[in-house]
C-alpha cells in the first residue's frame, strides 16, 4: 500500500524567507501523480503544485517549487519569499494511475507559521 | 456554482442518532469524492462516484456509513447510529474529469462532533 509521511508536525517561517517542507512516500509504482495542497483554517484544501512522476523536471508555480528526487521517494515543497498568508497547514498527496485512481493519500500535514 | 458547497458546516449529534451530509460540487464535475479528516491528521478517502456511480466505497469504514449521488450532482452521505469515532471532519471534492492529474476542488468540509 502507498504511504505518505510529513516527518515535521510544525515549521515556522520568517516572513520574505525561504522555508521547506519534507514528503517522502512508499510505493511500488513506476508513475504516480504527487501534489502539495494548503489547507487553511477555513479547512477548504486548495492545490498548491502538482508533480507527474514521468517528468523529470521539477514543478513551479510562482514562490512555490519542489524538489522531487525520485529514486529517494521524496517530494518537498520549498516555499519562497513566504507571506503572512501561507501560514496553514500545507498535505502531502500521493494518487495511482488509472484505473484504481480514486484514492489520494494524504500525510499527516506539517502546520507553518509565518513570522512578521 | 462557483465552487463546491457542503452543509451543514458544523453538525452535533448524540450517539446513536443519523446525520446526513451534503454536498454540491462544482456544476459538470464528474468525479466526486468524500474523504474523512480526524482531528490531526490527513484525509482519508471514503467513497468516489463517477457521475450517478459510486465506483468506489472501499474507504467506508462500516456498514454504518453509506453515500449516494443520485442525480450526478448533489450528493449525500448518511451515518447511520453515530458513534463517538464517527467525529471528524467530513470533506467533499469534485474534479471535472477522472484523470489521477486532475485538480480536485475541496469544500469547506462538515465538522461532525458525536457526544
Known amino acids: 500500500a502507498q504511504t505518505v509521511t510529513q516527518s515535521q508536525p510544525e515549521m515556522s517561517v520568517q516572513e520574505a524567507e525561504t522555508v521547506t517542507l519534507s514528503c517522502t512516500y512508499d510505493t511500488s509504482e513506476s508513475d504516480y501523480y504527487l501534489f502539495w495542497y494548503k489547507q487553511p483554517p477555513s479547512r477548504q484544501m486548495i492545490l498548491v503544485i502538482r508533480q507527474e512522476a514521468y517528468k523529470q523536471q521539477n514543478a513551479t508555480e510562482n514562490r512555490f517549487s519542489v524538489n522531487f528526487q525520485k529514486a529517494a521517494k521524496s517530494f518537498s515543497l520549498k516555499i519562497s519569499d513566504s507571506q503572512l498568508g501561507d501560514a496553514a497547514m500545507y498535505f502531502c498527496a500521493y494518487r495511482r494511475p488509472p484505473p484504481n485512481n480514486n484514492d489520494m493519500r494524504f500525510g499527516a500535514g506539517t502546520r507553518l507559521t509565518v513570522k512578521p | 456554482g462557483a465552487g463546491v458547497s457542503q452543509s451543514p458546516r458544523y453538525k452535533v449529534a448524540k450517539r446513536g442518532q443519523d446525520v446526513a451530509l451534503r454536498c454540491d460540487p462544482i456544476?459538470?464535475?464528474?468525479?466526486l469524492f468524500w474523504y474523512q479528516q480526524a482531528l490531526g491528521q490527513g484525509p482519508e478517502f471514503l467513497t468516489y462516484f463517477q457521475n450517478e456511480a459510486q465506483l468506489d466505497k472501499s474507504g467506508l469504514p462500516s456498514d454504518r456509513f453509506f453515500a449516494e449521488r443520485p442525480e450526478g450532482s448533489v450528493s449525500t452521505l448518511k451515518i447511520q447510529r453515530t458513534q463517538q469515532e464517527d467525529s471528524a471532519v467530513y470533506l467533499c471534492?469534485?474534479?471535472?474529469?477522472?484523470?489521477?492529474?486532475?485538480?480536485?476542488?475541496f469544500g469547506s468540509g462538515t465538522q461532525l462532533s458525536v457526544l
Open positions: 471534492a469534485s474534479s471535472r474529469k477522472t484523470g489521477s492529474n486532475e485538480k480536485l476542488f
Open positions: 456544476s459538470g464535475h464528474v468525479s
